[in-house]
């Protein structure tokens, strides 16, 4: 398996992998390619609605929205990457030696830095998250209810995406508990505070989209 191409499968190998005894792809790649899925939701709206002459009002901002949204789902992409690469670290870190003091005092270190670089990239998950969700937000005032199934679906995807990022950091940090790590203290703090906001709006949103599509 090659990590560094794992977007560049199809979907059905990519999915094989997810299933697979290896542990990454896993739970931060799953996570980071919901927020991907969610995220290209929202500009397919924004597409149909730059096109379309009933929106001619909205086109400025529905062009923007494509401008910053499509560089958002390739960030999405390649946190799938990113999650296989600190991840096969992290594997490694395990194997090192640990006959003596010296030797299990630089294991546990690189433990706890592959810790803290597992968690940097679902915290940076969340940051996507965050901004995909601005965008939502936005292109609910331009398009609405004209597309309340797909700005609905993009709405689930991202509070799911956040969720999931959310318990993969606490996962990741898990190790550090208890050590007055200021990287700890401040990823949790912001993880928590970010993970909150996007859950609201999001689950906010769904909620609206499924009022103007129930029967």
Known sequence: MNEKHL?????????????GASPAPGGGGGSALMGAAGTALGMMTASLAAGNPKYAEFK????????QGMPLTA???DAVDRDAEVWKRSLRALLLPQGDKIQQEIRQDTLDQAARDCSRVPLDVLRLCKEATDLLLALETMVGEDAADELGVAAAALSAS????????????????GRDDPF??????EGKRISEYVTERCDAMYERMLAVCDL
């Open 7 to 19: 977007t560049e499968k199809d979907l059905r190998a990519f999915i094989r992998l997810l299933a």
């Open 60 to 67: 400025e901002g529905t062009t923007s929205a494509l401008e």
């Open 75 to 77: 960030a999405f992409l």
């Open 162 to 177: 956040a969720r999931s990022s959310w318990l993969n950091i606490l996962a990741d940090l898990k190790s550090l508990s």
């Open 184 to 189: 700890v203290i401040s990823a949790y703090a």
